[in-house]
Nanobody
Framework: QVQLVETGGGLVQAGGSLSLSCAAS????????WGWFRQAPGKEREFVAL????????DYSDSVKGRFTISKDSAKKTVNLQMNNLKPDDTAIYYC?????????????????WGQGTQVTVSS
């Protein structure tokens, strides 16, 4: 059974930082891109960041560009999201997901597996 588990969420003040991590179990995902999405109350799930399977290409939404960094840790077999200079608008449940291809995309319907999510709350 494939499982993606996100960790690292929590409560932080505006301007602070959090680091999210996503680990997969049940199978290895060689050749697949990874993505992070978020969903705030009353809003649709939105793309945050992606990384291709080699870890050589990344992409970010305009709202997080320059503040968030996605990376892969091959030794730990995790995909991470470093979030700096957090804003109250970043408050949401954050999900990691595995894409159907090696390159990734911002469309959530292109992702095959999803984690349960981790809550990030940024206070003003």
């Amino acid at each position: 059974q494939v499982q993606l588990v996100e960790t690292g969420g929590g409560l932080v003040q505006a301007g602070g930082s959090l680091s999210l991590s996503c680990a997969a179990s049940g199978r290895t995902f060689v050749g697949y891109a990874w993505g992070w999405f978020r969903q705030a109350p009353g809003k649709e799930r939105e793309f945050v960041a992606l990384i291709n399977w080699r870890g050589t290409t990344t992409d970010y939404s305009d709202s997080v560009k320059g503040r968030f960094t996605i990376s892969k840790d091959s030794a730990k077999k995790t995909v991470n999201l470093q979030m700096n200079n957090l804003k109250p608008d970043d408050t949401a449940i954050y999900y990691c997901a595995v894409h159907k291809l090696s390159t990734g995309s911002a469309d959530p319907s292109d992702y095959l597996y999803w984690g349960q999510g981790t809550q990030v709350t940024v206070s003003s």
